[in-house]
């Protein structure tokens, strides 16, 4: 079971109901088994590069990890998970408690580790696959200003090691968001998300084509969630270049917090995302599948 999960690891390292998609196409959605009481609340995915395998992340310190089966067009047909859910410990070897266990973002480094970033005492962490801590990364003054719960949730990894983050911020919507670049051991900004509307920053990862994937949810009361995905491109002086890839209306799937991106054998770039429930029976864990156009 562990060693599926291992695997996956290591792999990694290397539109219907929308109202908007110009440059993405909905393939399809599933609901996850429900058998493991800790698995809820997913934050944070990672697929292996022929979205086969991942690795979900839940916002209460816990890791799971499954394969799964697609059909021609990409879109997941059937989940095996690998083994009960993985719960996530401190330095003592103990399981995180609250406040220190609301993790939320989840990547994976070229040595099949995992980079996890916390809302509530805000922070990123360097994990074993197996959940035990190896270090956190260094948190300067800036980041304890960060409201309780709009903290990290966007975390991505460079292909030069680089680390990126960007908080959630603001219910109600800001003007922008800063992008922190954590290399050769310090944090700096590396640029500013420009905001719109009320939608906020929950997931991002680098695409082979060294672009930043940005996921994004807004909440309407009465109607549910809504999902953006902007494509950015950074330069040395910032953002050079910002694109909405989808769009989809409120309501349409459940809370996407957590995205992928994978490759099918033709090269095409997907993107996959997993929603958090809440561990509520009202809210659905699920994941949702595009493609994406060039």
Known sequence: MRAALLAAALAAAGGQGALAAPRAEFMGSILLPSGDPLLGGLSGLQFSPDGRDFI??????????????????GAVVGIRMSGPVIVLRGREGLPLDAPYGDSEGLRIAADGSLLISFEQMHRVAHYRIDGSLIDTLPVPLPFAGFPANSGFEALALAADGSVYAIPEGDAAGQADYPIYRLRGGAWAQAGVLRGAGTFRPVDAQFGPDGRLYVLERDFWPLLGFQTRLRRVTLGPDGVAADEPLLETRAGR??????????????????????????????????????????
């Not at 992340?57 to 089966?69: K, T």
């Open 56 to 73: 979900a992340l839940s916002d209460r310190g816990g890791l799971a990890a499954g394969e799964v089966e697609r059909d021609e067009g």
């Open 253 to 294: 799937f459940g809370n996407l917090e957590g995205l992928s991106l994978w490759q099918d054998e033709g090269g095409g770039l997907h993107a996959t995302m997993v929603s958090d429930d809440n561990f509520l029976p009202v809210q659905v864990s699920q994941f949702v599948d595009w493609r994406l156009a060039d």
